[in-house]
């Protein structure tokens, strides 16, 4: 799924930080987790990762691609009488290709991207032009394809014939294939007028990138350790007083820009995929709205968004302010990824970082700030009259992401590694 704001890019540097630092793989808890490059990134070096999102789309995706180790079996979906075709198939495929593990997944994403009963439900009508709205997030035959695979998968849910696992990595998918022929430039906070070239691709389903525990990593135990990442979906700052870990990883959002609202469709996607009860999922229909088809997020805002208001300098600000402290005494490390174009500038970041360092940590203003340079994201660009401020001293195009370090009083090795309270 595109996300803006992934760390795809610096992942090298992050890595090289914690190199730096001496820090040995352990549990990385990534409150922000967004796209989860950075979560299975580091469960193949051999770290256990909790990772978590608020928004549904990306915690699906976490789901299926930090906690889940591989492919699902399916046993239960395939035992089903509708799907012996499927089954059969699988065994053809095992037989010719020799995957055991993979054809289960690949068998069943081939059957409901091409065979599960043709069903226009809410995307035709919400996101594509067949609906009153006109809205032209998906071309008519996408959105009937991705209704028809979410009423499947509701319905092996409904039958008992997926797990939470399971079910995850079927939706991530059909998430993902969404996101390849959606109609937009970046976001979901408005769709093209045209249809863009990426609309005409063919629907297909492909399995979501799994991580193997600690398939970079060569000792068996750093194996076992990354085998027991898990994601959550929670409030970030009442997660960091839950969780235990080595390294506290924050990307947090860094403008105005609320993730609710500008990937909507996505979430809308993730949350019908759980509705079994046909009054409830009508209901969560008539509850959309405006120009978009809007989901209600008022109660998922984000104070990290907010430049105003607030106890102290900004609601932004107590919101950082209150993770780190939440956080002290539970993790030994934090890295924190921020754009300099965010809210809080760098001495505001450099002083909550020294103050979770307080009392036996370590952190130098200095010495502990990283800046990466990359090329800013297309779709900031000049449009209709309106720029994009250029920061002094940059390009143009440029602009910097900070990688700040601070360790903290619990600077030790935690041992048994990290432990949830859920």
């Known amino acids: 799924m595109r996300l ?14 914690l190199a730096a630092r001496g820090q040995r793989p352990g549990t990385l808890i990534d409150l922000f987790a967004g796209s989860s490059s950075v979560g299975r990134r580091f469960k193949a070096k051999g770290w256990r990762v909790f990772s978590n999102d608020h928004l549904p789309a990306a915690h699906v995706m976490a789901i299926a691609t930090v906690e889940c180790d591989g492919p699902p079996a399916l046993q239960r979906l395939l ?3 509708s799907m012996r075709p499927v089954a059969a198939q699988v065994r053809r495929r095992v037989d010719d290709v020799g995957d055991p593990d993979a054809a289960p997944l690949a068998c069943v994403l081939e059957w409901l991207a091409d065979s599960a009963p043709d069903e226009p439900g809410l995307v035709t009508r919400q996101y594509s032009p067949e609906g009153r709205a006109g809205r ?14 979410l009423a499947a998968i509701r319905r092996f849910r409904a039958e008992g014939r997926l797990d939470r696992r399971e079910h995850a990595v079927l939706v991530a998918s059909v998430i993902d294939a969404a996101d390849r022929v959606a109609n937009i430039a970046g976001t979901y906070g408005a769709y093209l007028k045209h249809w863009h070239g990426n609309t005409d691709a063919a629907w297909q389903l492909r399995p979501p990138a799994f991580t193997a ?11 076992r350790r990354a085998s027991g990442s898990r994601a959550f979906r929670r409030d970030a700052n009442r997660l960091a007083r839950r969780l235990r870990g080595e390294v506290l990883y924050l990307d947090p959002p860094y403008n105005h820009r609320q993730y609710a609202a500008n990937y909507h469709v996505p ?91 307080r ?10 700030f990283t800046e990466v340079g990359y090329r800013r994201f297309r779709s900031d660009a000049d449009h209709a009259g309106r720029r994009y401020q250029v920061v002094d001293g940059r390009a143009r195009d440029e602009v910097a992401e900070w990688l700040i370090w601070s360790k903290g009083k619990r600077a030790r090795r935690i041992r048994g590694g990290a432990r949830a309270a859920v």
């Open 359 to 368: 009392d036996g940590g370590e952190f130098d203003a200095d010495r502990d």
């Open 267 to 357: 979430s809308v996607l993730a949350e019908t995929s759980e509705l079994l009860d046909p009054e409830r999922l009508a209901a969560y229909e008539a509850r959309l709205y405006g120009k978009t088809g809007l989901r209600p997020y008022d109660g998922e805002r984000s104070a990290y968004c907010a430049a105003r208001g607030g106890k102290w300098k900004s609601r932004c600000y107590d919101a950082f302010a209150d993770l780190l402290e939440g956080a002290r005494g539970r993790v030994g490390a934090v890295v924190v990824s921020y754009n300099e174009e965010g809210i809080l500038g760098r001495d505001e970041l450099a002083h909550l970082l020294a103050r979770f360092a």
């Open 4 to 17: 803006l704001g992934n760390k795809t890019k610096i992942l090298p540097n992050i890595e090289r930080l």
């Open 79 to 81: 035992a089903a009488r």
């Open 136 to 149: 032209r997030y998906f071309r008519p035959e996408h959105a009937r394809r991705i209704d028809a695979a």
């Open 213 to 223: 525990p600690g398939a970079d990593a060569r000792s068996a135990a750093a194996r």
